[in-house]
């Protein structure tokens, strides 16, 4: 991989966020035992870590890492860092990294937040944060605390500068159109940048400046049936990832379309065991915290769809209900309710639940009651529900035989 | 009229109610003795059209060039409609100093130049 290769080895190496680089250079030599902490905010993709990483390695620090999003709480920070918090003997010239520490302070903050707080004016190392997030107010708090370092998007130009760089090392070409298509592609993130020029080079990719710009305005459901419709592998890549959509709705997206497409049962099965990978991905990702992970993602959802369905036509719906289910719905919703109503009190639990929960089963065993109608008469049950639910109930031993 | 981003810029005296409407609606950041200066949250779109009018002259945008420090007009570049300028770093690269061989070594050179 070319963003590994191309590491940036030192500060001068990276581009853009001068200011801020030169900053961040100032305060780590400046830094002594009771100095501020200093954090570093900005969108990813832009040099945040690799700043830190190469200031440390020019100033001849070690660091130590972690992963914010990975220790939320309270007792779990304090046994990562304790010991080199507060003895500097133990641990020599070293920096606490902690990355992504917006991570910390999600729903799901069980006093991470005070403990940083409380690090940031105890610690006998410097303490080095980083963040995406700029209009957290937490993050805001801690940005009134420390020497805080604004990262930008980095000019076009500015990235262009940097791939012909690594193109120069290479000893590789690419044709100007392309290269422009890439750098307009990336909105100022040098990595996705570097990952879409390697594509290009190796002839995995194929973008035009002219249609990379159409392509940005295009709406989601253009991108995904461009997704669907892409006749090899690199287009359905480029259109997944154009649909500006979180990972989840992708998924959602892909799996309606699939759903209320008519596919024969061998591509569906094979197209949704690729959407049911993706979503273990992405609950990896949230089990682990690990949002690095992320990039893998669109690849994998992108190839491992355009196997699945090659050859066959998926129309973009972004509503998992087909329409026939949908009309029952509406048109018994109020029967099902009186139902949930009637019975859940009978059963002592909620309406809710015994809709859930419970009414399948009722209106399965009611079906096959010998005079299970009369029975639900003889309750006060109106006809025009009992019908529903008899119908409901013979469904299920139908589909269960 | 041409604004330089990232760096501070002063306006002729055009009445309170423009200057409520640059500092409030526009998002423009403002300094009593630097002037005025282009933030993440300035809304270009208002900002132009605005300035056209109380200026009575034509408003145009560019970067510095980080290699030989001249402004680099954005109007002509082949980015210019895909770079954001409100939220990307202040420095560019001019059309004089991009063509260069050893543009990018003249970058380094020049960071390690002003680090020192």
């Not at chain 1, 990813?44 to 709480?73: C, F, W």
């Not at chain 1, 089963?361 to 529903?388: C, H, N």
Request: charge should be positive; aromatic fraction near 8%.
């Amino acid at each position: 991989m070319w963003t590994e290769k191309y590491r940036p080895s030192s500060l001068a190496m990276l581009v853009g966020n001068e200011e801020a680089r030169l900053g961040f250079l100032k305060w780590l030599k400046a830094w002594k035992v009771g100095g501020k902490a200093a954090l570093l905010v900005g969108p990813p993709g832009i040099g945040k870590t690799a700043t830190v990483h190469a200031v440390a390695r020019e100033l001849s620090y070690s660091i130590i890492e972690l992963n914010a999003s990975d220790i939320r709480t309270k007792d779990k920070l304090d046994r990562a860092l304790g010991p080199s918090v507060y003895n500097q003997a133990l641990i020599g010239k070293s920096l606490i990294l902690l990355d992504e520490v917006d991570g910390i302070f999600g729903r799901a903050d069980y006093g991470g937040m005070d403990f940083v707080m409380e690090l940031m004016e105890n610690t006998s190392v410097p303490l080095v944060m980083i963040a995406n997030a700029q209009d957290n107010i937490k993050i805001k708090k801690i940005a009134h605390k420390a020497e805080t370092f604004r990262f930008q998007r980095i000019p076009p130009r500015l990235v262009e500068l940097y791939l012909r760089g690594i193109l120069a090392k290479e000893g590789k070409q690419l044709d100007e159109k392309t290269m422009q298509a890439v750098v307009a592609q990336s909105k100022g993130d040098v990595r996705s940048a570097i990952n879409d020029l390697q594509a290009a080079v190796l002839g995995q990719l194929k973008i035009e400046f002219e249609s990379s710009e159409r392509d940005r305005s295009a709406t989601i459901s253009q991108s995904f049936q461009q997704l669907f419709d892409a006749s090899n592998p690199a287009d359905a890549l480029m259109a997944l990832s154009s649909a500006e959509m979180d990972p989840k709705g992708k998924i959602e997206t892909v799996f309606s379309s699939l759903v209320t497409s008519s596919l024969d049962v061998e591509h569906l099965s094979n197209a949704l065991d690729t959407v049911s990978r993706a979503d273990q991905i992405i609950g990896r990702i949230q089990r682990t915290q690990e949002w690095r992970q992320l990039r893998y993602f669109d690849v994998m959802l992108a190839m491992g769809l355009f196997y699945a369905i090659k050859g066959c036509k998926v129309q973009f719906n972004d509503d998992a209900i087909p329409w026939d289910l949908k009309l029952r719905l509406w048109n018994e919703a109020k029967y099902f309710a009186q139902i949930g109503r009637t019975f859940g009190s009978m059963f002592g639990t909620s309406r809710k639940q015994f809709s859930a929960v419970f009414l399948p089963y009722f209106a399965m065993i009611i079906t096959a009651t010998k005079d299970g109608d009369q029975k639900l008469e003889r309750i006060g049950i109106d006809e025009s529900v009992r019908k529903v639910l008899l119908k409901e109930g013979k469904k299920i031993l139908e589909a269960l035989k | 009229m041409k604004i330089s981003i990232g760096e501070h810029f002063k306006l002729p005296l055009m009445g309170k109610d423009v200057f409520i409407k640059l500092t409030r609606e526009v998002g423009l950041k403002y300094d009593s003795k630097e002037g005025f200066m282009i933030t993440p949250k300035t809304r270009l779109d208002i900002l132009v059209p605005l300035l056209r009018e109380a200026l009575k002259e034509d408003v145009s945008f560019v970067l510095k060039c980080f290699i030989c420090g001249k402004t680099t007009p954005c109007e002509t570049c082949v980015y210019n409609a895909v770079c954001d300028r409100k939220s990307v770093s202040p420095a560019c690269i001019c059309d004089f100093c991009m063509v260069k061989k050893d543009a990018f070594p003249l970058y380094t050179e020049k960071f390690t130049e002003v680090s020192e």
